[in-house]
């Protein structure tokens, strides 16, 4: 009984020693913002300047991306150290309704080994026209309505995520 115990405590000890090594060589998190729908190429961030890295660190640490989802959607160009677009993002086909959209990958160096974390957020672009469910509306506004006054309209269909809202600037005193 005494055995196992022993063997238990050490057992912990070298399981929390691999935890620290392995937490440990995860040097820095950054994040970018892209709008969805950007073509294949377009430049995404410039990791190298961003994480403090050389672009021959990249090269002789045989950076990679990894990625947890199946859909590659952004590679790295280790001789610029750029991560650029690599496959068409739609936003709403990724995420749905929720917001925000992001997803996260990791670029791996070797010998030593680092990683660093990259969250990429997709932006919403208002592709989609909004749809009311009338065509015309019509507002009867007195003059003596105060600046700021809200009007409740009907709601609109939007198959984007974006937000739609109505601001209407009161027309100049004329004199």
């Given at each position: ?14 399981v929390s020693i691999l935890l620290l090594v392995v937490f ?138 974006s937000i739609m809202f109505l601001e209407v600037d009161p ?5």
């Amino acid at each position: 009984m005494d055995t196992l115990r022993g063997n238990g405590v050490r057992m912990d000890s070298i399981v929390s020693i691999l935890l620290l090594v392995v937490f440990s060589t995860v040097s820095a998190q950054i994040r970018y913002s892209i709008p969805e729908e950007m073509r294949k190429g377009h430049f995404v961030g410039d990791v190298a300047k961003d994480l403090g890295l050389d672009v021959k660190r990249l090269v002789s640490g045989r950076a990679r991306l990894v990625v947890d989802d199946n859909n590659q959607y952004v590679a790295l160009n280790q001789n610029k150290g750029h991560i650029v677009v690599f496959e068409r993002i739609d936003r709403e086909k990724m995420c749905a309704k929720k917001s925000p959209c992001s997803f996260s990958l990791e670029i791996v160096l070797e010998d030593p080994l680092e990683l660093f974390s990259i969250t990429i957020e997709i932006q919403d672009v208002n592709d989609h026209a909004p749809a009311f469910p009338k065509k015309e509306i019509n507002l009867n506004i007195s003059e003596s309505m105060p600046t700021g006054t809200v009007f409740l309209l009907d709601n609109v269909a939007l198959s984007s995520v974006s937000i739609m809202f109505l601001e209407v600037d009161p027309i100049p005193n004329i004199e």
